[in-house]
């Protein structure tokens, strides 16, 4: 059977208890019986046990029960958005974009759309505070003089730093981050780059981490009514799916509420393309392309020269994911023209411009081993224009490049200027000589880079 709850003075006078009477056992044995004294020991320790648990629990806060909340439309209110369809109050945005592509050029241009209330949206005539977190570039050289461009009110733009001047992160600064956001009475915090406010601890490629430094910025956008929009790079590796192309861990763009997607127009250079890449409350809007031109002004006797989105256009519906296919196929065509102008190079150093013919195998291995297939070379061969012919008098059969249709070793007859076995069409003179055959078959692949005949076979000599 348990005992009852002990207090400190049923404690305090059973020790009293305990005392008097191994006093009265010394006094009649001249001693306490061994086991007299454990039982009252054992006794002792559980009664202080019980008084430690007592005081434990007393110093104990009660844990609040959980909350039940009933489904109630008259608590219902629609989604507000800072920007139509785009960036939503009350819940994370993301821009991303590679480095360089625009981001610090296009935010001005929001802020001084929201400060002129001119921007599409919950706020539109409303001139409102727009606070930044910006630690990348200076607020001074570099914020303010965009602003300046794009044609923001300055006063009505306002940078939350720290004093000592470190990065202020979501989670250690939360509550000063509210009350500077509430004292300059901001409608829209933006966070530049999202990476820099997380804090070191924070592995931005693990999804529980990522969720967990994130959700101080939640509470901030739900807590003070106001869009937080923050940047983060693409991905290097380029391709997939939108939600594979945000860089670190998937559960960047899973907490966003709406994400925007800021990339070179694959279609039209010298244009940038703004797409949203995720949304949760509204339809998809159309794409927006714009271009980027620098401006000049002087103040104070300093020139500044500061980037500007200008000439807005609807750039259609045009889906970031169709966005990315498109640019990872212009990057695979850049790739595959910057290796055949490489090979080209290559084969002008290797052939001398001198009037001569030379033997081509020489220049096709040397070519070989620098990775370029002989499928390739031989295109790069045609468009640089070369003239190439075969010898049939050398054992085996050689082929030979030139620059010149005068090749003083050839008798040949060019026909077309740049055709023949001399030219680039594979086309044979009238009436070939001993010196020179040809054919009009496609190449085949082979160490000396000529051509052959049909099925790679040599056609054999009128």
Known sequence: MSRAPTTREQLDREQREWDER??????????????????????????????????????????????????????????????????????????????????????????????????????????VTVAIIADEDDFHEIWTPRLYVAGARLDKVQRIRRPDGGYLTLRADRDRIAEAVEACGAKLLYLDA????????????????????????????????IAIVATLHTNKAGGGSFRQAVQGSQAFNAVSRSSMLLAQDPDEDGRVVLVRGKGNHAARPRAITFEIEQRVFTYKKHEFKMPKAVRFRDGGDLSADDLLAALHERQKAAKRVSKTAQLEDVIRDLLPDDGQWHLATPIVRQCETQGYAARTVTRAREKLGIYHRREPESVPAATEWSWSPTAASTTATNTDGRTGRTGRSGQTPSTPTAATTATNDPPTRGRSGGRTGENGKRKAKR
Do not use: C
Not at 197 to 213: Q, T, Y
């Open 22 to 127: 191994k006093a009265a056992i010394a006094s009649e044995n001249g001693h306490a019986p061994r086991d007299v004294v454990v039982a009252e020991t054992a006794r002792l320790i559980t009664i202080e046990e019980e008084a430690a648990e007592l005081a434990a629990k007393a110093k104990e806060k009660p844990k609040k029960p959980l909350v039940l909340e009933t489904a109630d439309l008259s608590k219902s209110r629609p989604p507000r958005w800072a920007w139509e369809d785009r960036l939503l109050m009350r819940y994370l945005n993301l821009l991303i974009g590679a480095e360089g592509v625009g981001k610090g050029t296009v935010m001005p241009w929001v802020f001084a759309s929201l400060t002129r209330g001119k921007l599409p949206g919950s706020l539109y005539g409303k001139r």
């Open 194 to 225: 999202l990476l820099d406010n997380l804090g070191f601890e924070v592995n931005d490629w693990r999804a529980k981490s990522v969720r967990d430094a994130l959700q101080p910025a939640n509470w901030l956008a739900r807590e003070l009514g």
